[in-house]
């Protein structure tokens, strides 16, 4: 439930500035990722933003960290499925080791401005027995009378999988399955449900090792396209009946310009990183995610689950801090687009808190481009 605000901890070291939203920046260069100069610049900025910036909305707790929200509203109440951010002593490295959450608490509400509630750890690393370290971005999904939780975690060899955890409860706790799901991999799972099918998407590059599995196995080093080519398309997979394991082979989403040739790695204000979401309006399927180290949220557009998806536009600007995770969800008649900044913790990269906004659909099929900033 709602707590004061604790107090805020010392800024941390412009290492925390390296890594990306749910990763690090891999040790090869490239040019879609940020150079020094630029990563110097953000974390001044950001220190700067933290006190003079007025933001449109409010953290949702204060009492812990949150990050990543998956929202859903069953039975006429909002559920919020985020990461739990720590402080940590875990040195910063490129593979975004000082991420170091540990479990899951699901927050709910009842109406609209109404108290959040802290329901408590739904599941912890400690539960799961094939999971090392790292519980990242979560989402969750409602089949029948059982809730299902889908989770990234490091296994025993430090690969990140998908795993999946079974609840009667919205609020859990969940019970994790003893293997991630079978074929799963990289991170940022969210789970789509239309006409009675359930589809997860995944996939994250840099950190979230998205890039490593682009011959169909794991290859311990890194491997991206060049800037003309297409750019590492994040996947997705429809579900099994039980909801517990792909009833295909994950396909590629490809995302595309109007004229329908693929967006390509260089264009790093386009192009896929991570944080797939996908809701529909209408007859439309949107899919949204983040541009990594641009800091966008943008959105494009589709007639199919699978897509293509036709690049739309931004539909939330940089945030304050160095990473960028939403979701979007229709709440008593209002659809919310919910994600996290830094304000709690001073712009500390890996210190965030989940909010919420307003969102509009316009009738040309668009999505207002949204501020977190007020000024």
């Known amino acids: 439930m709602m707590m004061k605000k604790r107090a805020l901890p010392a800024l941390v070291a412009l290492a925390a500035a390296l890594s990306a939203c749910d990763g690090g920046k891999p040790e090869a260069a490239s040019t879609a990722q940020a150079e020094v100069p630029d990563v110097i610049q953000k974390e001044a900025e950001n220190r700067r933003m933290a006190q003079e910036r007025k933001f449109v909305s409010e953290p949702l707790v204060s009492h812990i960290y949150t990050a990543d929200p998956s929202a859903h509203v069953w039975d006429d109440k909002l559920y919020i499925y985020p990461s739990h951010d720590i402080e940590t002593d875990i040195p910063m490295d490129d593979t975004g080791a000082h991420f170091a959450m540990r479990d899951y608490h699901i927050l709910s509400m009842d109406k609209l401005g109404g108290e959040v509630i802290d329901n408590g750890v739904a599941l912890s690393l400690d539960d799961v027995p094939w999971a090392g370290r790292q519980m990242w971005a979560p989402d969750a999904a409602r089949k029948g009378d059982k809730y299902y939780l889908y989770f990234p975690s ?43 099918e359930h589809y997860l998407y995944f996939g994250g590059i840099w950190g979230g090792q998205l890039q490593r599995w682009q011959t169909g196995e794991y290859v311990a080093e890194d491997s991206y396209p060049a800037d003309d080519k297409p750019a590492l398309a994040p996947m997705v997979a429809k579900l099994s009946d039980d909801m517990l394991s792909f009833a295909e082979q994950p396909k590629k989403v490809l995302l595309q ?3 329908g040739s693929p967006i390509p790695a260089g264009d790093n204000d386009k192009r896929f990183f991570e944080a797939a979401w996908l809701h529909k309006y209408g ?53 919310y ?26 009738d040309d099929g668009s999505i207002q481009t949204l501020s977190a900033f007020a000024d």
């Open 154 to 196: 490091k296994d025993k060899q430090d690969i990140f999988r998908i795993g999946v955890a079974v609840s009667d409860s919205p609020t859990g706790p969940f019970e994790p399955l003893e293997k991630p799901i079978p074929g799963s991999y990289s991170i940022d799972p969210t789970v789509f449900e239309d006409n009675g």
């Open 257 to 259: 310009y109007e004229d």
């Open 283 to 335: 007859d439309t399927y949107y899919f949204s995610y983040s541009t990594g180290d641009t800091h966008n949220i943008a959105y494009a557009t589709g007639d199919s689950p699978y897509g293509p998806f036709t690049y739309r536009g931004i539909l939330l600007e940089p945030v304050l801090g160095w990473t960028n995770h939403h979701s979007i969800a229709e709440f008593d008649g209002q659809w």
């Open 337 to 362: 687009l919910f994600y996290h900044d830094t304000q709690l913790s001073g712009g500390q990269t890996h210190l965030r808190n989940v909010k919420m906004m307003p969102l509009a659909h316009n």
